[in-house]
């Protein structure tokens, strides 16, 4: 027998009717080029509304991807609503790959109109020499019609102000419904490993995620919060956040393109911030910022971290800047957050920080185990296994590429972790990043956080080298903060007694820079790459770079 109660599809256009209606006068605060721009919830449904007008104008019809090359700004969200709630795709591309890998989403996605800022205009113009001839058929660069760019681009692609396209249309356009299951954003991974990959979410598997996002033990948003997303909308949706934040009514503040720890800090004290969130190194150019001027937080609450693992050292200090931060883990493939760190009640301290530091407990919504073969690995907090992920906003496969799921429907992660009695999961490896020494595993996150407990450490990466007796044995690589000294020894002497002896690196390579990917992560396999025979052919211990 069926209830009785009223049934209908989930749509993402919803999020922001339910802002302009009753959060009208919550705001999104942008940092433009050209300055602090804000506009209320209300408009920016309106003009969601024009930008849909203007995209039925310009030939899109529903299901066709449309590319974005954007920052966070009030723009980039009126993008989000307008092509997902008019029952295209929004496909965001991250401007941080390379010009060939731009290309080739844009090309697999078969982008026909490509939204850009201006100051991707050389991007655009390199991206758009590599596509098939006759894809593209415009681009819309994000200003008005007098800052348009200068841009060297083949006849037949129009260009166009995002303002001007928008002064043209008068809003009076009803939000459609269609099926839920419908694809709403398709985000490509950063293919460290071979191409970028796919994934499509649809209106469903948002409009679940973003209100699991709400959840008290998740980020809890509320209406009286301000929340500055520093993760980039071009990667996995800014983790969603945009989109609980039009649910929470929650007033948005975004960076645009100013992403360094002194501009950071300044727009979360002008705006008012009271939580944010963002990778590991954005919060640690933010607090390296902060220790510089001797500031603190005047409004900051809590902060939601992941990406990769939240360094130990970073959240102490964080904490003692009265700043909770919540350590977050996922992946493009899960919308991406699946797990989040926030306290339960009954432990003993200790217990409880271990928890805190871990990647967290899984959301409502999903599931997660640990598997070893095909076995579930006991939750002892000793047993390591290959982490698994199912769940309504986690996908199948790869678009246009067969399934990825394992048979009974479990996502593999490649990550790999232990369970706690409570079920918080600690990651202690990417499965290719685990250094297995003399048959025992060593995690080179640990290694790695040790490390960056280190007065002097910025940033450090561990590997496995090969070696003739241990197969593998861990090195770490380490990039000094500006003017701090340390030498090998006293980085080695640092790990004693808090890693097992024969866990210790057997050497430190020092770099002036370590190697990122488009999103921010250690490129391990460079390193890997360039280490990986460093014991075999080192004559020396502590050599300089090879
Ligand atoms: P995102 O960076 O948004 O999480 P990606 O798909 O680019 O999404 O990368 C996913 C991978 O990043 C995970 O499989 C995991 O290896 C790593 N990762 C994400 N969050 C964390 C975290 N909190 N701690 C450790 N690793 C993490």
């Known amino acids: 027998m069926l209830g009785l109660m009223q049934y209908e599809q989930l749509m993402i256009s919803d999020f922001i009717v339910h802002a302009a209606r009753h959060h009208a006068r919550a705001e999104i605060v942008s940092h433009l080029a050209e300055g602090i721009h804000r506009q209320t919830y209300r408009?920016?449904?309106?003009?969601?509304?024009?930008?849909?007008?203007?995209?039925?104008?310009?030939?899109?019809?529903?299901?066709?991807?449309?590319?974005?090359?954007?920052?966070?700004?009030?723009?980039?969200?009126?993008l989000y609503f307008a092509i997902s709630g008019s029952a295209a795709v929004v496909n965001t591309v991250n401007p941080r790959l390379a010009p060939g890998d731009i290309a080739y989403?844009?090309?697999?996605?078969?982008?026909?109109?490509?939204?850009?800022e201006v100051d991707f205009?050389?991007?655009?113009?390199?991206?758009?020499?590599?596509?098939?001839?006759?894809?593209?058929?415009?681009?819309?660069?994000?200003c008005a019609a007098h800052a348009l760019p200068q841009v060297d681009l083949p006849s037949g692609i129009d260009v166009v102000a995002y303002e001007a396209l928008l002064e043209a249309e008068d809003g009076d356009y009803g939000w459609p419904r269609f099926d839920e299951r419908s694809a709403s954003a398709l985000c490509y991974t950063s293919g460290t490993t071979?191409?970028?990959?796919?994934?499509?979410?649809?209106?469903?598997?948002?409009?679940?995620?973003?209100?699991?996002?709400?959840?008290?033990?998740a980020c809890g948003l509320r209406a009286v919060d301000r929340l500055m997303p520093a993760v980039p909308?071009?990667?996995?949706?800014?983790?969603?956040?945009p989109y609980a934040a039009t649910i929470a009514g929650t007033s948005l503040v975004m960076p645009g393109r100013f992403l360094d720890g002194e501009s950071l800090y300044r727009l979360i004290e002008d705006e008012r911030v009271t939580?944010?969130?963002?990778?590991?190194?954005?919060?640690?150019?933010?607090?390296?910022?902060?220790?510089?001027?001797?500031?603190?937080?005047?409004?900051?609450?809590?902060?939601?971290?992941g990406g990769s693992a939240c360094p130990e050292s970073m959240f102490d200090a964080y904490e003692a800047l009265g700043v909770n931060i919540i350590h977050a883990w996922g992946m493009t493939e899960s919308s991406p957050v699946a797990t989040l760190s926030n306290p339960v009640?009954?432990?003993?301290?200790?217990t409880a920080r271990r928890q805190r530091l871990s990647q967290g407990r899984v959301l409502f919504g999903v599931d997660l185990r640990a598997t070893r073969g095909s076995t579930e690995v006991p939750w002892d907090g000793e047993t390591s296994g290959d982490i698994e992920l199912r769940g309504h906003w986690v996908a199948t496969g790869y678009y246009k590429t067969p399934p990825g799921t394992t048979p009974d429907g479990w996502f593999p992660t490649g990550d790999v972790g232990v369970f706690d009695a409570n079920g918080f999961v600690l990651l202690t490896d990417r499965s290719k990043d685990l250094i297995k020494s003399g048959g025992e595993w060593i995690s080179s996150i640990d290694l790695e956080n040790i490390a960056m407990g280190h007065p002097a450490i910025a940033e450090a990466a561990a590997i496995a080298a090969k070696h003739p007796k241990w197969d593998e044995r861990p090195v770490l690589i380490v990039a000094l903060k500006p003017g701090a000294t340390v030498t090998r020894e006293e980085l080695l002497d640092f790990y004693a007694g808090k890693v097992a002896r024969w866990?210790?690196?057997?050497?430190?390579?020092?770099?002036?820079?370590?190697p990122h990917g488009a999103t921010g992560k250690l490129l391990k396999s460079e390193l890997r790459a360039r280490y990986a025979d460093h014991l075999v052919r080192a004559k020396t211990p502590g050599a300089s770079p090879d």
Request: glycine share 8%; net charge positive.
């Open 43 to 78: 408009d920016t449904e309106l003009r969601a509304r024009k930008l849909a007008q203007a995209l039925t104008r310009l030939g899109v019809k529903p299901g066709d991807r449309v590319a974005t090359l954007a920052w966070n700004t009030h723009r980039h969200v009126e």
């Open 105 to 116: 989403i844009i090309g697999h996605a078969e982008d026909h109109v490509l939204f850009a």
């Open 121 to 142: 205009a050389p991007l655009v113009a390199d991206v758009v020499g590599r596509l098939p001839a006759g894809l593209l058929r415009t681009v819309v660069f994000l």
């Open 194 to 217: 071979g191409r970028p990959k796919g994934v499509l979410y649809t209106h469903r598997s948002t409009t679940l995620k973003a209100m699991a996002m709400n959840a008290a033990d």
């Open 233 to 241: 909308m071009f990667h996995v949706n800014a983790w969603s956040l």
């Open 275 to 305: 939580f944010a969130s963002g990778v590991p190194s954005v919060w640690l150019g933010v607090l390296a910022h902060v220790r510089k001027i001797g500031a603190r937080f005047s409004t900051l609450q809590r902060m939601a971290v």
């Open 345 to 350: 009640s009954g432990v003993d301290p200790a």
């Open 503 to 514: 866990a210790v690196p057997d050497d430190v390579i020092f770099v002036d820079e370590l």
